[in-house]
C-alpha cells in the first residue's frame, strides 16, 4: 500500500502528525497544493486506513508527577476464549496505555502510567496478576523521559519498502 504514496501525500502525513487542527487551507498552503486537491488527498488517505484518527494529546504533567512503568509479563498457556479474555480486560484498564506481544521468555509487554509505586503496587495485585494466565511479571521503572513522539517517520518507513 505504502508504494502509491506521492511525495505530497508523505508531506500531508507528516503535516498532520505535527498539527492535525490544521485546516484544510493551511496544509494545502504547507504542502504546496491549492485547497480542494488537498481536500481529496486528505480525504484519500482516511479512506485507504493511513489516517487511524486524529487525537488531542494532553500534557500528563498537568495532572501531578506520574511514573511510566513497563512490565513484561510471563503467560501461561491460555485457551482461546481465555485469550480474548486476557486482550478485553487490557483494552478496559486505562492504567495500560499500550501493550505488545514479544518474543523471547517473556509473552507480553505493557505500558502503565502510574500516580505512584504504592498505586503500582496495588494495581500489580489487584490487576495484572489477576488477567489470564499471568504467572509472572517483571516490572522496570522509568526515571525520566527523554524522547515521547507520536509521529512515524513515513518517509523512512516509505524507503524502506
Not at 506521492?6 to 503535516?15: F, G, V
Not at 505535527?18 to 488537498?38: F, H, I, N, W
Not at 502503565?112 to 503500582?120: E, H, L
Amino acid at each position: 500500500m505504502a508504494e502509491e504514496l506521492s511525495n505530497i501525500d508523505l508531506k500531508i502525513l507528516e503535516q498532520i502528525q505535527k498539527d492535525s487542527s490544521l485546516s484544510t487551507g493551511e496544509l494545502a498552503e504547507r504542502v504546496g497544493l491549492s485547497q480542494s486537491p488537498c481536500w481529496r488527498r486528505l480525504q484519500r488517505l482516511r479512506d485507504e486506513g493511513y489516517i487511524k484518527g486524529e487525537v488531542a494529546l494532553v500534557d500528563r504533567q498537568k495532572f501531578g508527577s506520574s511514573l511510566y512503568i513497563f512490565a513484561t509479563l510471563k503467560i501461561g498457556t491460555l485457551t482461546d476464549a481465555q485469550r480474548e479474555e486476557f486482550m478485553r480486560k487490557v483494552e478496559l484498564t486505562p492504567e495500560i496505555v499500550e501493550c505488545y506481544s514479544i518474543f523471547g521468555d517473556r509473552d507480553i509487554l505493557i505500558k502503565v502510567i502510574a500516580p505512584s509505586m504504592d498505586w503500582y503496587q496495588r494495581f500489580v495485585f489487584r490487576t495484572v496478576l489477576k488477567l489470564p494466565g499471568v504467572v509472572d511479571i517483571n516490572s522496570t521503572v522509568t526515571l525520566s523521559e527523554f524522547k515521547c513522539v507520536t509521529a512515524l517517520p513515513v518517509r523512512d518507513l516509505q524507503n524502506a519498502r
